[in-house]
């Protein structure tokens, strides 16, 4: 992805409100002394601390060797626009919400102090992420953007030209749950709260390990075939199947509780389109089922079929282990980047046939 126009214009905006602390391009500022922030799992960041100002370096992901963008942080964020809900939740439960001035698409926010702050206007509806508001972030005038990059996709049109520091936050290509998790870190100084941000992740990291080592009794009692089920996870969006890649979060997550993952041999750290074919052809027989959905009413094994009639010829369906996670009822999204832990327990439980304990998900009957 060229993101070189993009550079450019990013570095001769950061002085509106990520004050430039040192020399650019990476290079020590002459006479200061740099530490880089010993990051344990994320591979697409890195922090160093200089005398008096914090440098971010964001990797592409797409690009192995390559830079996107680098920041340099001498003051917290006080008015930011964030543009992904779960990094606007992870900053409320940093406790600083106030530095929130705007977001996008509220109607698929579920934190309640978020909504509440949405409804009373001390945070203002960006609109669309995709093509949000260029009046309203004029008004706004926010110290950064925080949005997600993607790939092949050169410029972030017309809010650029707004002169206003856009950070593109690539944690959610990270390929295992703690690399993401550790973001946590990064937003923590962002914000001005790095101590909370790193006590959360220590906390975070550790009931993950916790969970993670009990995996290996999984599954050993309960007549499974070595003892690890085979999982899949959603359903047809159209003519396509989207599923995680072999090298995704989740992915990584269902081998970490015990299981294996249909589709762990795939290189992609995204989402990944299958036809239908393909998917049956490669998890008519898998053990479990996870299924993802938006809806007002839980979802039935007779409403799923009706979706979609081929759905009950897949063997998780005929003999009832599919597991529903209804968005609509609950914070997932917002909740499981930066607490994988809790839905790692839902995988062991899972997996380990405790379905009658979970916190995303439900037995869908």
């Given at each position: 992805?060229?993101?070189?126009?993009?550079?450019?214009?990013?570095?001769?905006?950061?002085?509106?409100?990520?004050?430039?602390?040192?020399?650019?391009g990476?290079?020590?500022?002459?006479?200061?002394?740099?530490?880089?922030?010993?990051?344990?799992?994320?591979?697409?960041?890195?922090?160093?601390?200089?005398?008096?100002?914090?440098?971010?370096?964001?990797?592409?992901?797409?690009?192995?060797?390559?830079?996107?963008?680098?920041?340099?942080?001498?003051?917290?964020?006080?008015?930011?626009?964030?543009?992904?809900?779960?990094?606007?939740?992870?900053?409320?439960?940093?406790?600083?919400?106030?530095?929130?001035?705007?977001?996008?698409?509220?109607?698929?926010?579920?934190?309640?102090?978020?909504?509440?702050?949405?409804?009373?206007?001390?945070i203002?509806?960006?609109?669309?992420?995709?093509?949000?508001?260029?009046?309203?972030?004029?008004?706004?005038?926010?110290?950064?953007?925080?949005?997600?990059?993607?790939?092949?996709?050169?410029?972030?049109?017309?809010?650029?030209?707004?002169?206003?520091?856009?950070?593109?936050?690539?944690?959610?290509?990270?390929?295992?749950?703690?690399?993401r998790?550790?973001?946590?870190?990064?937003?923590?100084?962002?914000?001005?709260?790095?101590?909370?941000?790193?006590?959360l992740?220590?906390?975070?990291?550790?009931?993950?390990?916790?969970?993670?080592?009990?995996?290996?009794?999984?599954?050993?009692?309960?007549?499974?075939?070595?003892?690890?089920?085979?999982?899949?996870?959603?359903?047809?969006?159209?003519?396509?199947?989207?599923?995680?890649?072999?090298?995704?979060?989740?992915?990584?997550?269902?081998?970490?509780?015990g299981?294996?993952?249909?589709?762990?041999?795939?290189?992609?750290?995204?989402?990944?389109?299958?036809?239908?074919?393909?998917?049956?052809?490669?998890?008519?027989?898998?053990?479990i089922?996870?299924?993802?959905?938006?809806?007002?009413?839980?979802?039935?094994?007779?409403?799923?079929?009706?979706?979609?009639?081929?759905?009950?010829?897949?063997?998780?369906?005929?003999?009832?282990?599919?597991?529903?996670?209804?968005?609509?009822?609950?914070?997932?999204?917002?909740?499981?980047?930066?607490?994988?832990?809790?839905?790692?327990?839902?995988?062991?439980?899972?997996?380990?046939?405790h379905?009658?304990?979970?916190?995303?998900?439900?037995?869908?009957?």
């Amino acid at each position: 992805m060229k993101r070189t126009p993009y550079r450019l214009l990013l570095l001769l905006c950061l002085g509106l409100a990520l004050a430039a602390c040192g020399s650019k391009g990476g290079r020590k500022a002459e006479g200061t002394a740099a530490d880089t922030l010993a990051l344990r799992y994320a591979k697409h960041i890195a922090l160093v601390q200089h005398e008096d100002c914090m440098e971010a370096i964001i990797y592409n992901p797409w690009q192995a060797g390559s830079v996107l963008s680098r920041y340099e942080m001498r003051k917290p964020l006080t008015h930011a626009a964030i543009f992904i809900a779960s990094i606007a939740s992870l900053v409320e439960e940093l406790g600083c919400m106030d530095a929130i001035s705007g977001v996008c698409e509220p109607e698929y926010i579920a934190n309640r102090h978020l909504l509440t702050a949405i409804d009373e206007g001390r945070i203002i509806d960006i609109g669309s992420a995709m093509t949000p508001s260029r009046e309203r972030l004029i008004d706004l005038s926010p110290d950064a953007i925080l949005l997600s990059p993607f790939q092949n996709v050169g410029s972030y049109g017309n809010i650029e030209q707004l002169g206003i520091p856009i950070i593109p936050c690539a944690d959610y290509m990270e390929s295992s749950a703690l690399a993401r998790a550790e973001w946590i870190r990064f937003y923590g100084r962002l914000f001005g709260c790095g101590e909370r941000a790193d006590s959360l992740f220590a906390a975070v990291e550790a009931e993950y390990l916790r969970i993670k080592s009990t995996s290996q009794r999984v599954n050993k009692s309960i007549g499974r075939k070595e003892g690890q089920p085979s999982v899949f996870f959603d359903g047809r969006s159209g003519s396509a199947w989207y599923m995680p890649g072999g090298r995704s979060t989740l992915g990584q997550m269902v081998a970490d509780a015990g299981g294996h993952y249909v589709f762990a041999e795939n290189e992609q750290s995204g989402s990944v389109p299958f036809s239908f074919e393909q998917v049956f052809d490669r998890c008519r027989n898998a053990d479990i089922w996870l299924y993802r959905y938006n809806a007002k009413e839980r979802m039935t094994l007779s409403l799923l079929r009706s979706e979609y009639e081929l759905y009950s010829r897949f063997r998780a369906f005929k003999e009832g282990e599919v597991y529903g996670c209804n968005n609509a009822e609950l914070i997932f999204f917002e909740e499981y980047p930066y607490h994988p832990d809790r839905l790692l327990q839902d995988f062991v439980n899972i997996f380990s046939g405790h379905a009658d304990s979970l916190r995303y998900f439900h037995k869908i009957k």
